[in-house]
Nanobody
Framework: QVQLVESGGGLVQAGDSLRLSCAAS????????MGWFRQAPGKEREFVAT????????YYANSVKGRFTITRDNAQNTVYLQMSSLKPEDTAVYYC?????????????????WGQGTQVTVSS
């Protein structure tokens, strides 16, 4: 079992930056691929970014590529999502997720554990 706790959400203006954090416990973190997903009202939960256990491999959704950066600190059992140049369409609840595998995946159904989510609201 893996417990995930997100933090860092909030209300910002378009063009601002925000960093989300997700603290993990319950599994060897360095062998756990992590992902960030988001869900806007009335929409399906969508992939944002993923990072492998070692941190070497990272993938992003086209909508956030060049603006968001996923990183991890295996010593602190924490994964981050640095979000820059935020747009109103980035408004959503952001979820941290973990796989029982070191390999990344972009499909939400391949993630085994989920956090409770943190709200990000970007005003225009």
């Amino acid at each position: 079992q893996v417990q995930l706790v997100e933090s860092g959400g909030g209300l910002v203006q378009a063009g601002d930056s925000l960093r989300l954090s997700c603290a993990a416990s319950g599994r060897t973190f360095s062998t756990t691929a992590m992902g960030w997903f988001r869900q806007a009202p009335g929409k399906e939960r969508e992939f944002v970014a993923t990072i492998g256990g070692s941190g070497t491999f990272r993938y992003y959704a086209n909508s956030v590529k060049g603006r968001f950066t996923i990183t991890r600190d295996n010593a602190q059992n924490t994964v981050y999502l640095q979000m820059s140049s935020l747009k109103p369409e980035d408004t959503a609840v952001y979820y941290c997720a973990a796989r029982a595998s070191t390999y990344t995946h972009t499909n939400r159904t391949r993630y085994d554990f989920w956090g409770q989510g943190t709200q990000v609201t970007v005003s225009s």
